[in-house]
C-alpha cells in the first residue's frame, strides 16, 4: 500500500538557521510529490508540487525540495528560516490518476528567536 | 469569493445527531476532495468527486458518512449519528480542470460531545 512517512514529528530550529525535512514515500512508480504547510487554525496551502523533469523544485516563501528516486524522498529545505514558518507541514503523494492525497504524519516546526 | 470556503467553521453538537458540512469550491474546479484531519489519524482521504462520474467513496469510514455535490458545484458532506470518533477538522479542496494542485479550504471543526 502506498504510504508516506515524515520521521520527525517535532522540529525546533533557530531563527535563519538552514531546514530540512524529511519525507519518505512507498510507491510502485513516481507519484506526484506534494509539500503543504498548515499555520494555526488554518487550511492548507501548497508550497511546491514535482510531478516530472528538474528533481529540484522551488517553492514559495523561499522553499525549495529534491526528489531522490533512489530513496523514494522528497525532502523539504530551506536556506533560513523565519519565525513566520512556525507551522506545522506536511508531505503528500497522489499516486495514479485519482488525484487523491495521501499525507504523512506531518512535522512541527518550532522557530526559536 | 477568489479561494474555497466552509460552513460552518466550528460545530459542536451532540452525540447521535445528525450534521451537514458544507464546501463551496472555487468557480470552474471540477475535482473535489474531502478529508479529515484528527489527532489519532492524521489527515485522511474521505470521497473524491470527478466532473459527472460516480463519486470514489472508497475514505468514508463507515455508512454514516454520504456526501453529495449538486451541479458541479457546492458539497454537502453528512454525517448521521454522530459518534464522538467523529470529532475532527473536516476539510474540502478543489482541483481545476486538467490541474493537480488542491485547493483547501478552512475546514470545519466538527465537535462531537
Known amino acids: 500500500a502506498q504510504s508516506v512517512t515524515q520521521p520527525d514529528i517535532h522540529i525546533t530550529v533557530s531563527e535563519g538557521a538552514s531546514l530540512e525535512l524529511r519525507c519518505n514515500y512507498s510507491y510502485g512508480a513516481t507519484p506526484y510529490l506534494f509539500w503543504y504547510v498548515q499555520s494555526p487554525g488554518q487550511g492548507l496551502q501548497l508550497l511546491l508540487k514535482?510531478?516530472?523533469?528538474?528533481?529540484l523544485v522551488q517553492g514559495i516563501k523561499g522553499f525549495e525540495a529534491e526528489f531522490k528516486r533512489s530513496q523514494s524522498s522528497f525532502n523539504l529545505r530551506k536556506p533560513s528560516v523565519h519565525w513566520s514558518d512556525a507551522a506545522e507541514y506536511f508531505c503528500?503523494?497522489?499516486?495514479?490518476?485519482?488525484?487523491?492525497?495521501?499525507f504523512g504524519q506531518g512535522t512541527t516546526l518550532q522557530v526559536k528567536p | 469569493g477568489a479561494g474555497v470556503s466552509q460552513s460552518p467553521s466550528n460545530k459542536v453538537t451532540e452525540k447521535g445527531k445528525d450534521v451537514e458540512l458544507r464546501c463551496d469550491p472555487i468557480s470552474g474546479h471540477t475535482a473535489l476532495y474531502w478529508y479529515r484531519q484528527s489527532l489519532g489519524q492524521g489527515l485522511e482521504f474521505l470521497i473524491y468527486f470527478q466532473g459527472n462520474s460516480a463519486p470514489d467513496k472508497s475514505g468514508l469510514p463507515s455508512d454514516r458518512f454520504s456526501a453529495e455535490r449538486t451541479g458541479g458545484s457546492v458539497s454537502t458532506l453528512t454525517i448521521q449519528r454522530t459518534q464522538q470518533e467523529d470529532s475532527a477538522v473536516y476539510l474540502c479542496a478543489g482541483v481545476p480542470d486538467r490541474g493537480h494542485e488542491q485547493f483547501f479550504g478552512p475546514g470545519t471543526r466538527l465537535t462531537v460531545l
Open positions: 503528500a503523494v497522489a499516486p495514479g490518476n485519482t488525484g487523491k492525497l495521501i
Open positions: 514535482y510531478f516530472s523533469g528538474d528533481t
